[in-house]
């Protein structure tokens, strides 16, 4: 089906483990975004990316990496999680920056 | 610091009545801004927006209001229902015109029967 998934929708990980979050979009949008909600900080952008290729932080980059070799995925792999990082993940995407994102329905990630 | 500000965590009506959510904002270069609202266990889904050259913009029960000297806009939902129950973001699109947007904090709203 078009549109935007992400997997795992759960994960649990411990302590100190790499975790890699998916994103997969059909449209062929050139933007793509990740961001996480947490409980009275909304949605806070991690990293985003304009292009195959192209990648650049948001607000709170930090313990995360992203690539995009190809325009319709957008992985984000948690290096070394820590459990500040349990949150709500949400990839989101466009195809012009004037234009309201499409987000996915998110990866709860629990880390012990 | 949250350039975008949703002060009240929650907003309780009653079936058939108005709600009434609000936003804040400190950045003056701002000038495209949306609502989204978000069910439990799904993504934020696009609601409405406004262009800053605009001051009102309305969709079906859905409108919001923009005031640029108070840097304040408003989502009113006429007449609310209980399938509007869920929380809303205010959003403002980041002016470097790299598609990014900043969220505020969020507003779970309750409609009663």
């Known amino acids: 089906d078009a549109g935007i998934t992400q997997s795992p929708r759960y994960k649990i990980t411990e302590t100190g483990r790499q975790v890699t979050l998916m994103c997969h979009q059909t449209?062929?949008?050139?933007?793509m975004f990740w961001y996480r909600q947490d409980l009275g900080h909304g949605l806070r952008l991690i990293y985003y990316?304009?292009?195959?290729?192209?990648?650049d932080k948001g607000e709170v980059p930090d313990g995360y990496v992203v690539s995009r070799s190809k325009t319709e995925n957008f992985p984000l792999t948690l290096e070394s999680a820590t459990r500040s990082q349990t949150s709500v993940y949400f990839c989101?995407?466009?195809?012009?920056?004037?234009?309201?994102?499409?987000f996915g329905n998110g990866t709860r990630l629990t880390v012990t | 610091d949250q350039q975008v500000k949703q002060n009240s965590p929650s907003l309780s009506v009653q079936e058939g009545r108005i709600s009434i959510l609000n936003c804040d904002y400190t950045?003056?270069?701002?000038?495209?801004f949306l609502w989204y609202k978000k069910y439990p266990a799904e993504g934020p889904t696009f609601l409405i927006s406004?262009?800053?050259?605009?001051d009102k913009n309305e969709d079906g029960r859905f409108t919001v209001f923009l005031n640029k000297s108070a840097k304040h806009l408003s989502l009113h939902i006429v007449p609310s229902q209980p399938g509007d129950s869920a929380v809303y973001f205010c959003?403002?699109?980041?002016?470097?015109?790299?598609?990014?947007?900043?969220f505020g904090q969020g507003t779970t709203l309750q409609v009663k029967p």
């Open positions: 989101a995407t466009t195809g012009d920056y004037n234009s309201p994102l499409h």
């Open positions: 449209w062929s949008h050139s933007y």
């Open positions: 990316s304009a292009a195959a290729d192209i990648t």
């Open positions: 950045n003056s270069m701002f000038d495209y």
């Open positions: 406004i262009s800053s050259i605009k």
């Open positions: 959003a403002a699109s980041d002016p470097s015109n790299t598609g990014k947007l900043i």
